[in-house]
């Protein structure tokens, strides 16, 4: 059948379905009423479970924040804004919760006035479109927002800027952030269309992929920390659907699409494996920077930018003599526990954490407190346990003995034969092995002190 023949078909159809514009209006009315009135259904739904639909939302700002030894609970201005805050939250989620049925109502009346395929092709589109959008979201939030909040939050020197965020200035960033993300990640289909309409041609996508995947990596060095860890995490997602744009444009261009080069395509090939060679080489050395960063960390004791709770694990009374290192083994929001050791002495310290108005200063008691950041004082209850499970202990020294630098290794060389008892090996390359033998025979037994 010819486009001549298809064209009147269409026109025929939509004058089939033509109706006074009185009646227009009327249906308009009905769906619009409909709408708004499952939306408000949905807002008091949501309304119910709105503190759970909170704490989901700022589940990523408190985990910053504990990690960051720092007050978790966002701020609220006036007397009411918790209120409105909380219907906030229920009315965005109701209307994400109940979108299929006012998106629905919506295009039943905006479908009438398009032709057959125009309306085929936005049922074709619009499920790839929902799916994109909610994995955009997701990686937003369960990606770029933990890594965001944590630069962004230490960003300057706290000494002149203290942080104190809002609630609300909180829910407008999550909002900003997840959206745009699912906005982003529609790109594939943006490109799709484009093709179709002749606006943007195949070859033109491809000769400007160079530049294109440069504005990639430019946009993301401006809107994720310094970090190229973090740049990469947003810039290669978008250079992959970027390539995935190109190639499902070449498909749905149908008869008109133009035919595959061969020479380009084995050349492409070629750089795909060359590419995904160079990752899985790079991969383990990017993965170890990382390891050696957290092994060099468990050091505290005369090293520089150390937690500043290191001045209290240097305190004579936690020992009974001047502890000469201390190696953290584990690591929680509010828990540590470490490894002091000095030229007699050798113990293993729990050390809790907790937030408190009131500055306590009980040498004696083991309970000392300084002042972790601005925000307010922090309180440290050290105690030495009589029994410490060996699975509390092992790991991280495991981790040290991989990756930690010499000045990590030399103490961890220190603590092991007192530790666990172990001669220490004519080589220290032998650790290892060592450590790993007896962290299987010890496996769900405690280190007694």
């Known amino acids: 059948m010819s486009s001549s023949e298809i064209v009147p078909q269409d026109e025929n159809e939509i004058a089939g379905t033509r109706m006074p514009f009185s009646s227009h209006l009327e249906e308009l009315r009905s769906r619009l009423f409909k709408a708004v009135v499952i939306s408000v259904l949905g807002l008091v739904a949501c309304f119910a479970f709105n503190q759970e639909i909170l704490a989901f939302i700022v589940r990523p700002y408190r985990a910053a924040m504990d990690e960051l030894r720092q007050d978790p609970t966002l701020k609220t201005v006036g007397v009411a804004q918790g209120v409105f805050v909380a219907m906030k939250v229920s009315f965005i989620a109701g209307l994400i919760l109940t979108a299929p049925f006012w998106i629905w109502q919506i295009w039943g009346f905006i479908a009438a006035g398009l032709y057959s395929r125009e309306r085929r092709t936005v049922y074709r589109y619009a499920p790839a479109c929902m799916v994109l959008f909610f994995i955009g979201v997701g990686f937003g939030y369960w990606v770029l927002l933990p890594i965001g909040l944590g630069y962004l939050i230490t960003f300057g020197d706290q000494n002149l800027v203290q942080p104190w965020i809002g609630l609300s200035e909180y829910l407008s960033f999550f909002a900003t952030l997840t959206i745009l993300l699912g906005i982003a990640f529609q790109l594939p289909v943006a490109m799709m269309g484009v093709s179709r309409t002749g606006l943007i041609s195949i070859e033109q996508f491809r000769t400007k992929r160079r530049w294109v995947i440069l504005g990639i990596f430019v946009v993301a060095a401006v809107v994720t920390p310094p970090d190229p860890i973090t740049q990469t995490l947003l810039a290669v997602p978008l250079c992959l659907l970027y390539e995935v744009g190109i190639v499902l444009s070449w498909f749905v261009l149908g008869s008109k699409r133009p035919p595959l080069d061969q020479a380009i395509l084995r050349r492409r090939a070629i750089k795909l494996v060359v590419v995904l060679a160079l990752g899985a080489v790079l991969w383990r050395p990017v993965m170890s920077l990382r390891a050696r960063g957290d092994a060099a960390d468990a050091l505290t004791l005369d090293r520089e930018g150390a937690p500043k709770f290191s001045e209290l694990l240097a305190e004579p009374e936690l020992l009974g003599e001047t502890p000469l ?58 105690h030495r346990p009589d029994q410490v499970a060996w699975d509390r202990l092992l790991p991280a020294l495991e981790m040290a003995l991989e990756y930690g630098s010499d000045e990590t290794l030399s103490v961890v060389h220190a603590i092991l034969p007192r530790l666990t008892g172990l001669t220490a090996p004519s080589s220290s390359e032998n650790w290892p092995g060592l450590v790993q033998e007896f962290a299987k025979v010890n496996a769900g037994q405690s280190y007694r002190q």
């Open 325 to 382: 290192h201390a190696f953290r083994t584990v690591q929680a929001p509010d828990q540590e526990c470490w490894i002091l050791g000095g030229k007699e002495r050798f113990a293993v310290i729990e050390l809790k954490i907790a937030r408190t108005k009131t500055q306590i200063a009980d040498r004696h008691g083991r309970h000392l407190s300084v002042l972790h950041t601005d925000a307010g004082v922090v309180s440290y209850a050290f």
